[in-house]
């Protein structure tokens, strides 16, 4: 069109974001309409759980809360990334599988190395996002498909690796027991972890040049190739990142646990990395989202998922409730951006 | 729809034209106002349409005449006021709503099935079927050619073609067919600007058109940046600036320069010409560049100097644009910038050699809708910005401030989103983008493609700006009157290589023109590509 655009339908009357924006307190414009729901659900949910369940609000129950959903945490934390690319990375699970029982089993068969165990998974997890993100760019293969095709191959690899079962203990070594059960300042280390990864990428993502360049992919793919950012090199750097932080959550799954897992642990994870992202705000077509909204959104979902488990609400709800979650994230994502609705989605 | 029933047509006929000389039913709008969020698109407009007259809407870009538009078809709902129906106010809550109150229109773009037939195109949603869901080919053959008969397409439209088959004019008139056919009877058509894709005589034949609509009695709109156009075909002209009517015209007794002024509330000279101020300084230099679109390109461009770029649609100048910024493999070839040879490849490589491009479709190449001005404006030039891998923030305002204030877009912030802007501050904020990172060479694509009047005479003065500071410039323009009014010199190409060059002195528009069609060089040169 060469007419004005118009902005879209669903902005109405006063609640345009411009509106919204000029008359939010100021102590909370930074944060953003969606963090602000995010709050207000989380605060709801956490009087809902402690009303009903006295232990659920102590001290004890928000470490197991915070530790169960440090690996999520750092899924979601990359996720975020390449959705913001125009993106999306559903092998997740199954990468941090492939780490968990690589560096379980190089820390066993090299007798006491926990780091050369970690360093092989690193270097494992820095391969396979690689490879994603050569299959996606070079081979034009479409990135939900093509992670796809990993989620199944990596889950097969750690699988061949382990022959199936969990391998190696490791807790008879003092970095790795540090890194499961160790605390730092009285917060858990893995707590720690997860809050460096998140400043790390929050800062890359909202100072950076190269995180300008990040959301100009996914804004507008064509215009940030012209303006000359080298696309290709920023896509396979960003599923490589991925790779090594899945590798990071597969280290502290195999802590946790005490020895390499192929599956449990690791299966599902891709769900709930997107299902956070999304429900962060992040938004699927590209162009946005953050790293604030995504860990809220984590920091949600570790607590209704807890607070489910405290109550005695069967798993199998909750995979329900978690589908579900995401349905209704992006359904509030696509109702805001004002698509149509006509034919398939974009 | 309101309760109250409509003097409707007959239900046996329902596609037959109303009949002329109805007791004058009327579309109109009343009181409208149209707030998004704090924003005013209008800010109470009356306006009537009259059966039986062309009524052109004119404004420049985010005047408010496509929300006005909207607002009839039903896609947008006024804050206040109404449409008015045959004097009573209706409320067209969904587009389903406004056809149903015969309101049509003609979208600029037109939305055609490519893997479908004409037939099934005009007729999508309502095809004729027989018992069951089976579709009936024999009556929907049987109607597309009566209906084509009645409408006097049937020489010009075969209905068996596939939608990817048609023409960008044949492709309207599926529009326009659609508008006249099925349900209820159409008594306002508007007309999107219609002829931005369409050639001389299918203007001509849309004209006719248009004429024989009105004569039946149906009320047009008609939105067109073309004053040639409005002229020829309107009864009366509406000029909106700024959500309001500014004023009604007499086509008849109405002046270009009247509605010029009027449109933009100030007075422009007709055309812009710009001083000579070229230097001797080579600094692009295209030797012998040959591409999968355009082959044997020899061009130069000094400091200072602006060379227009003309030739028909398909011509091979945006494809040449394209690869001289690196964005489409070069085969064989030199391009020299300021002495420096690049190498063929990277967008990146090319603009810190010192080469910008604002390409053609600013919307779908340049433009990141969802986010700021502030950012649209910095993005080429972050990697000057940075300190260690982190953008100066300050630095980066500033910089996107000033060069917001010298191309003068109006907004009320740079922070504001670029998809808010209309047509013509989106292209500054593409041309902030460039002047930021201080080319040497500038390339811009259509640069003035759909924008309105006193943008158009804004942009023609930063491109002359450019110049006057020893930047060189390369504009591609299908106005000839543009290129003759800013170029130096002009090029001329088609079917991918250049037939012709002529400088300031000889440069016409038919001279021009002459170049752009000359089959014959083309038809001796071996390999030319398409």
């Known amino acids: 069109m060469t007419l004005t655009s118009t902005p879209a339908p669903t902005v109405k009357g006063s609640g345009g974001d411009d509106g919204r924006a000029s008359r939010r307190p100021a102590f909370l414009s930074g944060v953003g309409g969606q963090n602000i729901s995010l709050i207000g659900a989380l605060l709801v949910v956490l009087a809902l759980f402690g009303v009903l369940n006295d232990n659920y609000l102590s001290l004890s129950n928000m470490q197991v809360i915070a530790e169960a959903a440090t690996i999520t945490g750092l899924l979601a934390i990359v996720q975020t990334v390449v959705i913001i690319c125009g993106g999306l990375d559903i092998s997740v699970g199954s990468q941090v599988g492939v780490a968990s029982v690589v560096s379980a089993m190089v820390f066993t068969t090299t007798g006491s190395g926990a780091f050369l165990g970690m360093a092989a998974a690193v270097g494992v997890g820095l391969l396979v996002g690689a490879v994603n993100g050569v299959v996606i760019v070079y081979g034009r293969v479409n990135p939900t498909i093509a992670t796809l095709a990993g989620l199944a191959a990596y889950k097969g690899l750690a699988q061949l690796l382990s022959d199936g079962r969990a ?180 | ?148 008969e009645r409408l006097g397409f049937a020489h010009v439209l075969d209905p068996d073609l596939l939608g990817s088959q048609l023409t960008p004019a044949q492709r309207q008139l599926v529009e326009i067919m659609r508008a006249l056919t099925g349900g209820t009877t159409a008594r306002l058509i508007a007309f999107d600007e219609p002829t931005s894709s369409l050639s001389e005589h299918e203007v001509d034949a849309l004209f006719a058109l248009i004429r024989r609509l009105r004569d039946e009695g149906i009320a047009i709109v008609y939105v067109s940046h073309r004053m040639q156009e409005i002229f020829q075909l309107a009864d009366r002209i509406a000029v909106l600036r700024d959500g309001t009517l500014v004023g009604v015209q007499d086509a008849a007794t109405t002046e270009e320069g009247e509605l010029v002024r009027l449109m933009v509330g100030r007075d422009l000279s007709a055309m812009f010409v710009r001083q000579r101020v070229a230097t001797d300084r080579l600094v692009l230099d295209v030797q012998n560049l040959t591409t999968d679109d355009v082959s044997d390109i020899s061009l130069r461009v000094h400091a200072g100097e602006v060379v227009g770029l003309a030739g028909l649609i398909g011509a091979g100048r945006s494809e040449l644009a394209l690869a001289l910024a690196g964005d489409l493999p070069v085969r064989a070839g030199t391009v020299t910038l300021d002495g420096v040879r690049l190498r063929s490849g990277r967008p990146g490589d090319v603009i810190r050699a010192g080469l910008g491009l604002a390409p053609e479709e600013r919307k779908a190449q340049a433009l990141f809708l969802q986010q700021s001005i502030k950012e649209n404006a910095s993005l080429v030039v972050l990697d000057r910005l940075r300190r260690f891998r982190f953008v100066r923030r300050t630095a980066e305002r500033r910089l996107a401030q000033e060069f917001s204030d010298r191309l003068r877009v109006r907004t009320p912030s740079i922070d504001h989103e670029v998809r808010k802007l209309s047509g013509g501050n989106q292209q500054k904020v593409v041309l902030a983008r460039w002047l930021a990172r201080k080319p040497k060479v500038l390339i811009l694509d259509e640069p003035t493609r759909g924008i309105d009047v006193g943008a158009k005479a804004e942009i023609y003065q930063i491109i002359a700006d450019l110049a006057a500071e020893g930047v060189a410039v390369l504009v591609i323009s299908s106005e000839l009157p543009e290129l003759l009014g800013l170029a130096d010199r002009v090029v001329v190409m088609q079917g991918g290589r250049i037939t012709g060059e002529l400088d300031r002195g000889e440069a016409t528009e038919e001279a021009i023109l002459e170049l752009a069609m000359a089959d014959d060089i083309v038809g001796a040169a071996p390999g030319a590509s398409s």
């Not at chain 1, 720690?192 to 800062?203: D, G, K, N, Y």
């Not at chain 1, 920091?299 to 488990?309: K, Q, S």
């Not at chain 2, 209008?42 to 985010?62: C, H, K, R, S, W």
């Not at chain 2, 099934?120 to 095809?127: D, P, Q």
């Open chain 1, 167 to 346: 391998q190696g203990y490791v807790l008879n070594n003092d970095v790795f027991v540090f890194l499961g059960r160790g605390k730092i300042a009285g917060l858990p280390v893995m707590v720690w972890i997860l809050i460096v990864v998140a400043v790390t990428v929050h800062l890359l993502l909202k100072y950076t040049d190269i995180g300008r360049n990040l959301y100009a992919i996914g804004g507008n793919d064509t215009a940030a190739r012209l303006a000359g950012i080298s696309i290709n090199k920023y896509l396979i750097c960003v599923y490589t990142l991925i790779g090594a932080v899945a590798a990071i959550a597969g280290i502290l799954l195999t802590a946790r646990t005490g020895s390499g897992q192929p599956v449990s642990g690791s299966e599902g994870l891709e769900l709930k990395a997107i299902t956070a992202a999304a429900l962060g705000g992040a938004a699927l077509k590209g162009g946005k989202g953050g790293i604030g909204g995504t860990l809220l959104a984590v920091a949600l979902l570790g607590c209704l998922e807890n607070g489910l488990t405290v109550q005695g609400i069967n798993t199998f709800w909750q995979n329900v409730a978690q589908g579900a979650l995401l349905v209704i994230a992006v359904v509030i994502q696509q109702r805001r951006s004002g698509e149509r609705a006509v034919g398939l989605p974009h």
């Open chain 2, 1 to 148: 729809m309101t309760p109250h029933p409509h003097p409707d047509p007959a239900p046996g006929s329902p596609d037959g034209p109303p009949p002329a000389g109805d007791h004058a039913p009327s579309v109109g709008v009343s009181g409208i106002i149209k707030r998004f969020g704090e924003v005013q698109a209008i800010g109470g407009v009356t306006l009537d349409f009259p059966a039986g007259q062309v009524t052109a809407l004119m404004g420049e870009n985010g005047a408010g005449k496509s929300t006005l538009l909207k607002i009839l078809t039903g896609d947008h709902q006024p804050t206040e006021g109404h449409v008015v129906v045959d004097g009573e106010p209706v409320t067209l809550d969904s587009p389903a709503r406004a056809r149903a109150a015969g309101i049509r229109i003609i979208p600029q773009e037109p939305e055609i099935v490519p893997h479908i037939s004409v037939a099934e195109n005009v007729y999508a949603g309502a095809l004729p079927r027989k018992r069951g869901r089976l579709l009936d080919r024999a009556e929907l053959d049987r109607r597309i050619r009566a209906d084509l």
